[in-house]
């Protein structure tokens, strides 16, 4: 049966900044990207490093004319420290290839608390 | 701890996985586009050679030379025939044919003589071993990329294909394909040369001589080449050579004392360069109608570069924007390899086919090499993939794909 856990207050969670906690063993990172909230496993599931501890980013794009590159800062992609792979912290989504997929988890906001279910 | 279990990840400390992570992880071994390996039924299996309704040879060469090539030249370049023609060692001045030793002490059945340039003695070769078609690549134009005068380049190139017209396909024989001929030299005027020759009767390709071609293949300055090759409906051929060696990798010629050490590693080195510049170039993203087709570099490199090229693709995300897909979906979505020279797999013979199955079965065609004196025999492919593949996975490998890709 899930169970609501809270891991912070929303005035302690400003935009790109991360909470990483434990619950019920599992270790669970919180973002805020844009005034949303977006859980996700600190795991990764490539070679099982600490993927929440990386760096947010954006993403390079060719632009339409098929010569210039540019950078997309819509930073709400999470790197992974050890190799680079990169997950879409909004639905735990490999950038690259689904079917490497993080777990995530919902989050509910009552009277100013982050809370994660689980 | 009855909704999630402990799982130990090498030398990694206990990070606790949970059930949905487990089916992400089961997903992401799972193999694609395998063909059905060794559980085969006994009663599926292929057992004799005979049983195939078609062999088809993905590389057949034949061994035009310069005195073929001469007539062919068009009026346009009579300047630069007027100097072929007085060259005296052609093949040394014009073409920068040169080997780190001669192979020629190799085998009787050599590679670079010219007696069996002819449509009746290369359907001789196909009849030996029971071959039914050939897809006929070049012999010395191999080397094509070795011309440093791109006019005489062009005009060689354009001599070439009006003499494999002229002495192979307008015979009505049919069972000789052939790949038309490009150079690296003027690819505007090479995609002109695919519209020229295209839409005659058994061209089925584009040879593309692919050891020498700096820069490598997945340059856009080969685009127009790549567009009128993808306009006309005909996959690009990358043959490579390593008597091109001097030109691509100096330092290797220098230093690779022996025949061997330089053929061992060039026809591996410059394929895996055009490939991985060809994917990471993003080639088969701007021209997503268009197949290529690496040939003579056998098949146990390809799971070993795909497996290279997926894993720095998922590291490396800032500097590959032109990518949509993981390299591994390119390849098996528009690259196909030919099997020659499969090397020597016979102390377990399994092992070749698992190689064929890592790659990918449904891109792999046979080929034989033949007159060249590393040929395979179709046998030597068959006997090793029959008992671990279904019977229309090895048909497809000795036949059946290039029949569809080359719509014979």
Redesign the interface.
């Given at each position: 049966m899930p169970s609501k856990h809270k891991v912070a207050t929303t005035d302690e969670l400003t935009d790109g900044s991360r909470v990483i906690t434990e619950i019920n063993g599992q270790e669970i990172a919180v973002f805020q990207i844009d005034g949303e909230y977006h859980a996700i496993a600190n795991y990764c599931v490539h070679q099982a490093g600490p993927l929440c501890e990386g760096k947010l980013t954006g993403e390079t794009y060719v632009e339409d004319n098929g010569w210039d590159w540019n950078y997309d800062d819509d930073e709400k992609h999470i790197t992974c420290p050890w190799h680079g792979w990169l997950f879409d912290v909004t639905n735990g989504e490999n950038i690259h290839n689904s079917k490497y997929k993080v777990p995530t988890y919902n989050v509910e906001i009552e009277n100013e608390s982050i809370f994660v279910v689980r | 701890?009855t909704?999630?279990f402990k799982m130990f990840?090498?030398s990694?400390t206990n990070?606790?996985?949970?059930p949905?992570?487990i089916r992400?992880?089961e997903?992401?071994v799972r193999v694609p586009n395998m063909g059905s390996p060794s559980n085969t039924a006994e009663s599926q299996r292929i057992r004799n050679l005979d049983e195939l309704d078609v062999i088809v040879d993905t590389d057949a060469h034949i061994r035009e030379t310069i005195d073929d090539l001469l007539p062919y030249i068009d009026d346009q370049y009579e300047g630069a025939k007027w100097i072929v023609e007085r060259t005296e060692h052609p093949e040394r001045d014009i073409y920068s044919l040169t080997h780190s030793l001669p192979p020629s002490l190799h085998a009787e059945r050599g590679g670079w003589s010219a007696d069996t340039n002819t449509v009746d003695k290369k359907l001789n070769e196909l009849d030996e071993f029971n071959i039914d078609y050939g897809i006929v690549d070049p012999g010395l134009n191999l080397v094509l990329p070795t011309v440093n005068n791109e006019r005489i380049a062009v005009a060689l190139t354009k001599a070439y294909n009006n003499w494999l017209l002229d002495n192979f396909l307008d015979e009505g024989n049919h069972r000789l394909k052939a790949n038309l001929l490009v150079s690296h030299h003027r690819p505007e005027m090479m995609a002109e040369e695919i519209d020229r020759m295209a839409g005659e009767k058994d061209i089925v390709g584009v040879a593309f001589p692919s050891t020498g071609v700096i820069p490598p293949a997945g340059h856009d300055r080969y685009d127009p080449i790549y567009q009128a090759a993808e306009d006309n409906g005909l996959p690009v051929f990358f043959h490579g050579a390593s008597t091109n060696t001097s030109h691509v990798f100096p330092l290797q010629r220098m230093y690779n004392q022996t025949y061997t050490e330089d053929h061992v590693i060039i026809h591996p080195f410059s394929q895996m360069w055009n490939l991985s510049s060809l994917i990471f170039q993003g080639a088969p993203e701007?021209f997503p109608d268009l197949d290529f087709v690496f040939q003579e570099s056998g098949v146990g490199w390809i799971p070993y570069l795909m497996w290279r090229m997926d894993d720095h693709?998922?590291?490396?995300?800032?500097?590959l924007?032109?990518?949509e897909?993981?390299p591994s979906e390119y390849i098996h979505d528009q690259i196909y390899f030919t099997t020659q020279p499969l090397g020597h797999t016979e102390d377990n013979p399994r092992h070749l086919a698992m190689a064929i199955e890592m790659a990918g079965p449904n891109n792999i065609m046979y080929s034989s090499d033949l007159p060249h004196s590393d040929f395979d025999p179709p046998s030597e492919l068959f006997n090793r993939i029959r008992g671990h593949f279904d019977r229309e996975t090895v048909e497809n490998i000795m036949g059946e794909t290039a029949r569809e890709l080359l719509d014979l």
């Open positions: - | 701890m909704d999630y990840v090498g990694n990070r606790l996985l949970s949905e992570s992400t992880i997903g992401w701007r693709y998922l590291e490396m995300n800032y500097e924007p032109l990518l897909k993981m």
